[in-house]
């Protein structure tokens, strides 16, 4: 049973939001339906989240265990935004305010490395609704709307995406970040968002400590002013030279996700390729594990077809990535930049698709 009614608010404005997102991607379906547990049964019920089809005006339906919202909105109301170009004169651009540049200055001492280029060029170079077949799942929507007080919360707490290489997971790893900083896009300061790639030619920067670090510069900047904590880590090993070990990563890490209600951690996309030198792939998950006993902690990883790595998450909920579910929606982008001349040949457009997809096999 629902023991906040802050709880249930927060499930249906993710739905509503996640509603007008694909209708911002041009999709019909404007209804979605939540299906809340009030009773648990023996069965452990998961609240749903799925498409229904749009009718009427619009309306809330609440029942014991169904809250049905149906959005009615106008072309006008999802117009593009207009992009507006702001040139500053010379010497005028504001600089870097002392105390934000201390700050930033702390977080590159926590570590130089920022990932954040490398999903800004997948989000640019992705193609639109990459990731939607995993967005409408019962998986995906118990992974981000899930109850805290939920008898079966702990089991849903982690989203497991094994598969081959080349089916995507890269670019699926890149979507579901834009979606949560979609979702929560104005609650930055209540619901913390972190995520490492990681890459077999970089495995030498991929400690368990590198990864953590890194996962706790992007809390620690999310919170807006740095936490005390961080900053008299700052001053204890910058007076000695000294950067931070892994345990006093985790304890630093455990106080700053406190201060949120919830954490996702999107990580690890790639997670056979982080480095295993002395056992660090596993004290990394060690102290992800660890966060997560006691705090609002989400962790979504994938990895390749792995059985070591696989046996790790037994417990976790699982969803296979073969490539088929994204290849469509990849198609018809890259279908759609052809020149109009090659798009008007429509018996040659058939022969591309099928060639393609024969040739790609679901990579």
Not at 221 to 246: C, F, I, N, P
Not at 312 to 341: C, E, H, I, K, T
């Amino acid at each position: 049973m629902l023991e906040d009614s802050s709880e249930l608010a927060g499930i249906i404005m993710i739905s509503i939001k996640r509603c007008l997102r694909k209708k911002s991607r041009g999709a019909r379906d404007l209804q979605l339906g939540v299906h809340i547990p009030t009773h648990t049964p023996a069965s452990e019920q998961l609240p749903t989240v799925h498409q229904r089809h749009a009718t009427g005006k619009p309306r809330h339906t609440v029942t014991d265990t169904d809250i049905n919202i149906t959005l009615t909105i106008s072309h006008k109301q999802m117009l593009p935004r207009k992009r507006i170009k702001v040139t500053m004169p010379p010497n005028t651009a504001p600089s870097m305010q002392p105390q934000a540049k201390r700050q930033q200055m702390i977080l590159n001492w926590i570590t130089p490395t920022d990932h954040t280029p490398l999903q800004s060029h997948l989000s640019l170079h992705r193609a639109p609704c990459t990731g939607d077949w995993l967005f409408d799942t019962l998986a995906f929507n118990t992974w981000t709307t899930q109850p805290t007080s939920s008898p079966s919360h702990n089991k849903t707490k982690t989203l497991f995406c094994p598969g081959p290489p080349g089916c995507g997971k890269t670019m699926l790893a890149s979507a579901i970040i834009d979606e949560l900083q979609f979702l929560f896009s104005e609650e930055k300061h209540r619901i913390g968002i972190a995520y490492v790639y990681c890459s077999s030619q970089h495995k030498d920067g991929q400690t368990a400590g590198d990864l953590l670090a890194s996962i706790l510069k992007q809390l620690a900047a999310g919170q807006g002013a740095l936490s005390e904590w961080v900053k008299r880590a700052y001053r204890d090993h910058e007076r000695e030279g000294r950067r931070l070990r892994r345990y006093e990563l985790v304890q630093l890490l455990e106080n700053v996700v406190s201060s949120y209600e919830k954490v996702f951690v999107v990580v690890v996309d790639g997670l056979d390729e982080c480095s295993d030198k002395d056992g660090s792939r596993g004290k990394f998950l060690e102290g992800i594990f660890d966060l997560q006993d006691g705090h609002e902690v989400r962790l979504f990883l994938t990895s390749r077809c792995v059985p070591e790595i696989s046996g790790m998450f037994d417990q976790a909920v699982s969803v296979d990535v073969d490539g088929n579910d994204d290849f469509p929606v990849y198609m018809q982008y890259r279908m759609g930049r052809l020149p109009g001349v090659v798009q008007e040949m429509h018996g040659l457009m058939d022969e591309i698709w099928v060639k393609v997809s024969d040739a790609a096999d679901g990579v």
